[in-house]
Structure formats: C-alpha cells, structure tokens
DNA sequence: ACTGATCCTTACGTGAACGTCAGATTATCA
DNA sequence: TGATAATCTGACGTTCACGTAAGGATCAGT
C-alpha cells in the first residue's frame, strides 16, 4: 500500500511501471490464479524470457490486454478456447508492432496494418451480431410490456 | 419423420399438438437431457400431474418457454441459477394466468398485471444494460479500426 | 543479512452444465 | 398383439474455468 512518493501522482500511464500478478489481478477484477490460467493455456503471452520460479513481470499494457480478453469473454459469451483462436493474431501484437517498427519496407507495413484490420473487424462482426440479437430480445420485451400496458389501462 | 396427415400443412399454431421430448430438443436447439436437467432444477415446471415413468409431454408454449430460457440464457450470460430467480415469478405464469381469468376482481387483476411488468421491466433493464456494455465495446474497436484506417492512407 | 509479504510450481479439488450408458418402461403402428 | 422407436429413471463420467492448499523461492524494505 506505500506509494512511492518518487513517482508523484502516478497519471496511470507514461511512467512504465512493472506490475506484479497480484496487482494486475485487482486492477482487472481477476485473480492470480486466472492469470496463470491464461498464460498456461496460451491466452496470455507468458514471457518465453522468464526464468523459472521468478515472479511475472506486466506492464500498463498487459492490464489492458487482459481487461479486454475479459470483457470479450462476457460480452460475447465465448470460451477460452475460442477467445484464444480468435485473439491469436493479436496474441503476437507485440512481435508484429515490433516487426513493423523494425522494417523500412513499406509494403511489409501495409501487410501488417490489413492483418490488424482484419482481425479488428472479425472482433467488430461478432460484437454486432450480439447486439443485434440483444436489440431483438429488447423488442420482443418491449413488446410484451406494452401489452401488459394496453391491458392495465383497460382495466381503469 | 413420418408426419400425420391429419394434421395437414400443420401451420406451427392454432392446433395444440402435444410433443414429447425428443421433438421439443430438436425445436429447441437443445437435447432431452438438458431439457430433463432444466426440470430437474426447477428452471421448468415439470408437471406436477405426470406420473412417475410415464413420457413428459410438452406444448407449444413450453417450446416458446425454453428458446426463451436459452435466449436469455446465452445473451445475458446468466446461471442457470440466477434464471431460476429471474423467471421464478414467470414460472408461475400459467397460473398467474388462470388465476387472472378466473377472479372477477379488478383490483387483483390489476395487482397481477403490476407484477408482469415489474418481471419484464427487469428482464429489459438486463438487455440494455448488456446493450450499453456492447455498445461501448463496439466504440473502442471501431476506433481502433479508424486508427489502422489512418495509417494504412499515410501508407500510400 | 533478515524478515514479512508476495510469488513460484505442483497438484488435487470444485461447481456448473450437461454427456453417456444401462436396463426397464411406454407409446405407436402395422 | 407384437415389434420398433422413443422415453424413463438412476447413476456415474466429463469438460471448463478456475479454487485451494502445500512447500519452497523471490523480492522490497530495514
């Protein structure tokens, strides 16, 4: 709980702080043991580069991946399994930001961009078909409410 | 397979054909045993007036009753427990019903009308809340997408 | 260097939501 | 009145997504 007074106001981001899995639990709503859990299944990265028995090691980003694996996980109702196909070219988000830093060449940098867009826009499908049934379901409900209305009022 | 042919062009409705479990699966996009497990938690009504052995037998409506169970089920993303709470005033609709159209009461009446709303109304809160999260999702993945937009243009 | 808090790995346990199998029973139709 | 298909009631098995406990190591502060 003490707060390095180093790092003053702490503005949540800029400064890369290094977290450790029992903070990033709380700030995700998750626990260590679910962390683990993706990382076992290969949901989350798991640093190749960790050395056995260490602690894990995240980053403001990793918080952010997580929170919206989760996210993703309720609000589309989807297992691990699926999450994990469906985020596998994202998996690798770090590698391929990395690879278009690192090349010059430009059509390689537009391959990667319409890589990304593509698996944006499957996320994007997906989270539009849900709403699209939810606003069904809203109608149907609304509908019967009305109903319910209709009959009360004839009883007045 | 073989379809009665007194029942002609059987148009879904109307006709209060009686079904038995296997149909009601299959209608339902479930199985007999889910069906069974449903009853066997109290999610369905399990006629308290078939004798022990004897094949359930199932309406129309109690088709309409489990697709619904589903559809809140998968959309919602609730337990079958919290379902149980949230429909165990419906539960009791087909008596609510018959007690609707045998009191002669209007104050009563309207007391059971008030009580349908207040079940449907919360049904609706939880869809739109659901909206809301998916909606909000929605946003950040389109920015998301703009932002790829972007820089494949400053590509070119 | 010590200490308390947190983390590590390993491994077994758990609840939800069914799947599956066996053996008996019930319904339908020729 | 059989024969065939579908259903019945247990009861045990399974998968997913973690929970939990043990025994030991690591890390931050003093």
Redesign the pocket.
């Given at each position: 709980?003490?707060i390095?007074f180093d790092a003053p106001s702490t503005p949540e981001d800029e400064v890369p702080r290094?977290?450790?899995?029992?903070?990033?639990?709380e700030l995700t709503g998750?626990?260590?043991?679910?962390?683990?859990?993706?990382e076992e299944?290969g949901l989350l990265a798991g640093g190749t580069d960790?050395?056995?028995?260490?602690?894990?090691c995240y980053s403001h980003g990793d918080v952010e991946r997580i929170q919206e694996i989760v996210r993703l996980?309720d609000l589309l109702g989807?297992?691990?399994?699926?999450?994990s196909q469906l985020l596998e070219a994202e998996t690798a988000r770090a590698d391929i930001r990395r690879e278009f830093q690192a090349t010059d060449d430009p059509e390689r940098q537009r391959e990667l961009l319409l890589q990304s867009r593509g698996h944006i826009d499957t996320q994007l499908g997906l989270v539009r078909g849900r709403i699209a049934e939810l606003s069904r379901l809203e109608a149907d409900l609304s509908a019967r409410a009305q109903r319910v209305r209709d009959r009360l009022e004839a009883l007045s």
């Open positions: 709980m003490s390095s290094v977290m450790r899995i029992g903070e990033v639990a998750t626990t260590p043991r679910t962390i683990r859990y993706y299944i960790r050395q056995l028995g260490k602690h894990r996980k989807l297992s691990l399994e699926q999450l």
